[in-house]
């Protein structure tokens, strides 16, 4: 059943990010076997990719324009848990954000302000937390590539290279430099990477593993192999062993695209964040559509079809040292959607706002027709931050009080004495984000 909200801030807000050209890919060398270490470790043998379920020491947040309830609330839930620390752009943003927060009840003389010219409010994709070899917090520095614009500039305008070659030179390389800041900021050692991703697609247990979709890494690394990009990976903090899966939710597909016939979404081209995580080092969630869905909707029998062949892969998967994961299947929320109209007026900045020359040519979609948009909504991207896990509730959305049940009886098997909130995070969905997009995890010293 079609959804429509009502048309505020959190629901058409400003584009999710800013528009950035892919950076060229390094020339990479052949990769090993999957598995296989690399030992040019520049880190040393003790450093590594920490998980999101350990101990933290700060969560950060991002205050900016469209977002701010959101991110109020976000604070609000979390701040009884773990320290927070907010990025904003300037003093007036500061101003306007002590404000705000206030009002919600959070404790402001208990945040740190960061002022960052770049502060965004999915602060979650602009950095990639570790430990460095003396189990101090660092940073993982990855290329920024606006979630594989260039690729979805290719896609956009297929058979068209100098369309699509105009498309993707848009470029304002300031964002690249935010997790720079951040820990040059912080006093924080830096790990730099020639690979393109985002927070969203890095999802590991801190023990080794990294669990990648290979099509969101090929997307952001046009030109190479799945091997190549695998050998980077292993130099990685701590990385041994990568488990590949095919591909994403069906409802996140790359910038704003088709799913299946009608059915469009805004996503990010499958990050992990969105479909399957880690709870502890051997446990994994996995999202899961419900059948009696898959019977009446497209795009949940699209999800029923890739979950399924992800579950199969991660079922026979080990952990480093040869034992089996732990599979739980984490119920997916009932399809969020709302018909849109395509207008040659139309802002694109604003996620219900949609024009026809978003799409391939060959689509032959035209300004008049209508399309039904589909939020990124999942269970799967929950935030954890020490006693608590915050979960994104669906059940004004349309997700029946019998399937939030299951939810929650999966997420206390996963997650065994830690407290659980909710938070409406619908808003951030149509732009193919949600709470853990919009908040970053800094562990503790180990």
């Known amino acids: 059943m079609p959804f429509a909200p009502p048309q505020t801030a959190a629901a058409t807000g400003p584009n999710r990010r800013r528009v950035l050209t892919a950076g060229a890919a390094a020339l990479l060398a052949n990769a090993p076997g999957a598995g296989q270490a690399l030992t040019d470790d520049p880190w040393g043998a003790a450093a590594r990719l920490s998980a999101d379920f350990e101990p933290l020491a700060a969560m950060w947040l991002g205050y900016d324009a469209g977002h701010e309830a959101f991110t109020a609330e976000l604070a609000a839930q979390l701040q009884p848990f773990v320290p927070l620390k907010l990025l904003v752009r300037d003093a007036g943003a500061e101003v306007a954000a002590r404000a705000l927060l206030g009002r919600r009840g959070v404790a402001v003389d208990r945040v740190q302000f960061v002022r960052e010219p770049q502060a965004l409010f999915f602060v979650r994709d602009a950095a990639v937390f570790a430990h460095d070899a003396s189990g101090r917090p660092s940073i993982v520095d990855f290329r920024w590539s606006h979630y594989g614009w260039a690729a ?51 999802e590991v247990n801190g023990q ?41 939710l069906a409802q996140d597909p790359l910038h704003r695209a088709t799913i299946v016939g009608r059915h469009v979404a805004w ?23 419900e059948a009696a869905e898959a019977a009446r909707h497209p795009v949940t029998r699209l999800n029923v079809q890739r979950m399924q062949h992800n579950f199969e892969i991660l079922s026979r998967s080990t952990d480093l040292r040869g034992r089996r994961l732990r599979v739980l299947k984490l119920p997916l929320p009932r399809i969020i959607e709302r018909k849109v109209w395509l207008s040659g007026g139309a802002d694109t900045r604003f996620s219900a706002e949609w024009s026809a020359a978003s799409f391939p040519v060959a689509e032959r979609r035209r300004d008049g027709d209508w399309v039904m948009q589909v939020a990124s909504a999942s269970t799967l991207n929950f935030v954890v931050a020490n006693g608590v896990v915050l979960l994104p509730d669906y059940r004004a959305h349309g997700t029946p009080l019998a399937l939030h049940g ?3 009886r999966v997420m206390a098997q996963a997650f065994d004495g830690r407290q659980f909130r909710f938070v ?20 503790a010293p180990a």
């Open 424 to 443: 409406d995070a619908v808003g951030a969905n149509w732009v193919g984000g949600g709470a853990h997009c919009a908040t970053l995890s800094e562990p």
């Open 152 to 202: 979805w500039c290719r896609q956009r305008h297929a058979g068209r290279p100098t369309e699509a070659a105009r498309c993707a030179a848009v470029d304002d390389p300031a964002p690249d430099d935010l997790d720079r800041h951040l820990a040059d900021g912080q006093g924080l050692q830096r790990f730099a990477s020639p690979l393109a991703m985002e927070g969203g697609g890095v």
């Open 406 to 408: 299951q939810v929650q």
């Open 208 to 248: 080794g593993l990294l669990i990648a979709n290979q099509a969101l890494w090929v997307s952001r690394n046009p030109g190479l192999s799945r091997a190549a990009i695998e050998t980077e990976l292993l130099r990685l903090p701590g990385i041994r062993k990568v488990i590949w899966l095919p591909t994403g």
């Open 267 to 289: 996503g990010t081209g499958g990050h992990t964040d969105e479909f399957v995580r880690f709870a502890d080092a051997r446990t994994v969630l996995l999202a899961w559509p």
